[in-house]
């Protein structure tokens, strides 16, 4: 089944620590983003990467840092720096087509949360 | 900058009633897509259906419909015949060559 996964549906993190969020697809999509969603909010663009090796920060990319080493693969990294971490987090795919606007296909989600 | 504005932040529905979720979009580009999506209280998003700056006939799937008013900068949803299954949060959203915004949402709730 193709779809995007990712990991752990639940996180648990100490202050101070980094963390890494995991997200996979097997669309074949070359985009891929993180988006971070707060309580009776919407989404909000932290990172996004539209190929292999190549990324771009959006609105809220402070305290964050991602990859994108495989087409596969986009992991969210959460740095210490990050002062408010606890939230919902979305990683989404979808096909590049420049002038185009594909619907983006989102993974289940990570709910991270600082004790 | 590019602006979403959601400004239902809930909504009550009888079933099998119609019920329209208001959008409205702020933005100078000229080529642009609007989205709606549907996420349940598992937190998944769900893509309902898609609107081009440049497309002249309203986007409908099943169900749903997008009330594309240009001039006006509005992109409604329209859910008729509702159902049990359509209470969930609802997001708008607008993506152009280098950006993608979401509203705040809309709780939409379908009493029986």
């Known amino acids: 089944d193709g779809g995007i996964t990712q990991s752990p549906k639940y996180l648990f993190r100490k202050e101070g620590q980094n963390v890494t969020l995991s997200c996979e697809q097997n669309?074949?999509?070359?985009?891929m983003y993180w988006y971070r969603q707060d309580p009776g909010q919407g989404l909000r663009l932290i990172y996004y990467s539209q190929i292999v090796n190549d990324f771009q920060k959006g609105d809220i990319a402070e305290g964050y840092s991602v990859s994108r080493e495989k087409k596969e693969s986009f992991p969210l990294t959460v740095t210490s720096a990050q002062k408010n971490p606890t939230a919902f987090y979305l990683c989404a795919s979808s096909p590049w087509t420049y002038g185009s606007y594909n619907e983006q296909f989102f993974g289940p989600g990570t709910r991270l949360t600082v004790l | 900058a590019q602006k979403i504005t959601q400004t239902q932040p809930g909504m009550f529905v009888q079933e099998k009633e119609a019920v329209t979720l208001d959008c409205t979009y702020d933005t100078s580009d000229q080529s642009y897509g609007l989205f709606w999506y549907k996420q349940p209280s598992s937190g998944e998003m769900i893509f309902l259906i898609y609107q081009g700056s440049y497309d002249e006939q309203n986007a409908t799937e099943g169900r749903y419909s997008l009330n594309f008013q240009k001039a006006r900068k509005s992109a409604n949803l329209v859910i008729s015949a509702s159902q049990l299954g359509d209470s969930a949060m609802y997001f708008c959203?607008?993506?152009?060559?280098?950006?993608?915004?979401f509203g705040a949402g809309t709780r939409l709730t379908v009493k029986p």
């Open positions: 959203a607008m993506r152009t060559n280098n950006d993608m915004r």
């Open positions: 669309l074949n999509h070359d985009a």
